[in-house]
């Protein structure tokens, strides 16, 4: 049976949703990121329910789940422990104040014990909110208008950022030398002047950059582990070469840990790499799924929030369910062992794709870190998103998604982003997953 015909089949409730869906919704969908044109085809899936590791769709079909709703269902669907501290907070207090409150405190005293870096936060709605604010605060602190940035990186859908994430080469010039290319209409052009975009993972071209610019540079903006590109990890002592660049010429270093945050290590891709930036943001993850997300810092990085010369503002900042979604999933994360034990699981998953993709003589790589991670169907290692658009074959991936989609397993259709592992998948996700990996794999090695 060919996909179109398998999807058709079981997805009948979800078609006819799509269907109303489109009347009122644009695209049907919420977010450009769930349209077909972003490799939902033929359409998106409607969903149900989820609880734990495991998702449903409308028409009653299961799925282990490793979207994890784009990332923050880091501990997986409904955590009981999480959504009981927003219930009884909101019934007890409220939702929202427009004035300080102590759960707020004791959210961001928890965040900040558990990243190194920081030594103050704001809790603020969206990862791209957060990186706007560390964006303009850099720039405000320093008194210096440039933004250096990265192909391949994603940080949101603000006019400052949202440029060259996954740009045509051919629009983009010399790898050594990109030229920043907007990533959609309305992006004004005239913001090109306030950005420079390279490649990542290529020490010369960031030096370089460094020695003729440097002291007009306000930030560095970087993932410190690049996941809107598949995964690509730093090469040793490039996000330590970041720093002490950034260090020299007194501009800022801004981790955009929104996925990184809370992912693989409590403390983010900071502890992880050990390096420590002057500013980061979070999202994903940091509300254990909770919409909330938050931009912190160095107190001296902090400061011109703190004397509120600066203003970071917003109504629901740092609202209610907001804090107390922050606090009950920090408390959850501080379980000892928690982050060894699923890394080993998302691990024993990672080179279990592997081995099988092998064994049936397909070319493909895994790169991660346990509890994120990507199948990259190409012969040569992924550096940056210009070996990504040249090497990863998008149409292989995409037979793997379709073929895993309809046994019951459900990621996101692109190579250009990740698998997730919960903090809650188990043993025996991972070996249902491997099952319908050696059936899937098999059909994709035949059509090859
Ligand atoms: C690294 C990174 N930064 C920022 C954002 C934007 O976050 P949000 O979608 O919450 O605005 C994303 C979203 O995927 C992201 O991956």
Redesign the pocket.
């Known amino acids: 049976m060919t996909f179109d015909t398998a999807y058709a089949e079981r997805t009948v409730a979800t078609k006819a949703l799509y269907e109303r869906a489109k009347l009122t919704i644009p695209g049907g969908a919420g977010s450009t990121a769930r349209l077909p044109r972003n490799g939902w085809k033929p359409y998106p899936i409607f969903m149900a329910e989820g609880q734990g590791s495991r998702i449903r769709d409308v028409d009653g079909n299961e799925y282990i789940d490793y979207l994890l709703g784009?990332?923050p269902m880091i501990l997986g669907h409904r955590h009981p422990g999480v959504t009981k501290a927003v219930t009884d907070a909101v019934s007890e207090y409220g939702t929202c104040f427009g004035l300080p409150y102590e759960l707020e405190i004791e959210a961001a005293e928890k965040v900040v014990a558990a990243v190194p870096s920081l030594e103050q936060v704001r809790f603020t709605n969206?990862?791209?909110?957060a990186?706007g604010t560390a964006v303009r605060l850099a720039r405000a602190t320093t008194g210096r208008r440039l933004i250096v940035r990265f192909e391949g990186?994603?940080?949101?859908?603000q006019d400052t950022v949202y440029w060259s994430n996954h740009v045509d080469p051919k629009l983009a010039g010399p790898s050594n030398r990109p030229r920043p290319v907007a990533m959609g209409g309305g992006v004004p052009a005239e913001l090109e002047s306030t950005l420079v975009v390279l490649t990542w993972n290529d020490p010369e071209s960031f030096v370089a950059l460094m020695e003729e610019r440097g002291h007009e540079i306000a930030a560095v903006l970087t993932?410190p582990a690049v996941?809107?590109t598949g995964c690509i990890l730093p090469e040793p002592g490039y996000l330590e070469l970041l720093r002490e660049q950034t260090t020299k010429y007194g501009a800022m270093l801004i981790f955009?840990e929104?996925?990184t945050g809370f992912r693989f290590a409590r403390g983010g891709a900071q502890e992880w790499f050990g390096v420590n930036p002057d500013l980061t943001?979070f999202?994903?993850g940091i509300g254990g799924g909770f919409p909330v997300?938050a931009v912190g810092g160095t107190t001296e990085a902090m400061r011109l929030i703190a004397d509120g010369t600066y203003s970071h503002s917003g109504t629901y900042n740092a609202n209610v369910i907001q804090c107390a979604a922050v606090s009950a999933t920090m408390d959850v994360l501080a379980e000892p062992g928690l982050y060894e034990r699923q890394r080993a699981l998302g691990d024993r998953l990672a080179r279990g794709l592997k081995s099988i993709a092998d064994d049936k003589g397909i070319d493909a790589y895994v790169e991660g870190l346990g509890t994120v991670f990507q199948l990259w169907f190409t012969d040569r290692p992924i550096r940056n998103w210009r070996d990504a658009a040249a090497y990863a074959h998008e149409e292989v991936f995409t037979r793997w998604y379709e073929e895993m989609v309809v046994r019951g397993v459900l990621f996101h259709p692109l190579q250009f982003e990740n698998l997730f592992v919960s903090l809650v998948h188990t043993d025996a996700d991972i070996d249902q997953t491997l099952n319908a990996a050696e059936d899937a794999l098999s059909v994709v090695a035949r059509e090859l």
Do not use: P
């Open positions: 784009l990332g969206s990862g791209s909110e990186v990186h994603y940080h949101g859908w993932e996941f809107n955009d929104v996925i943001t999202a994903k997300a």
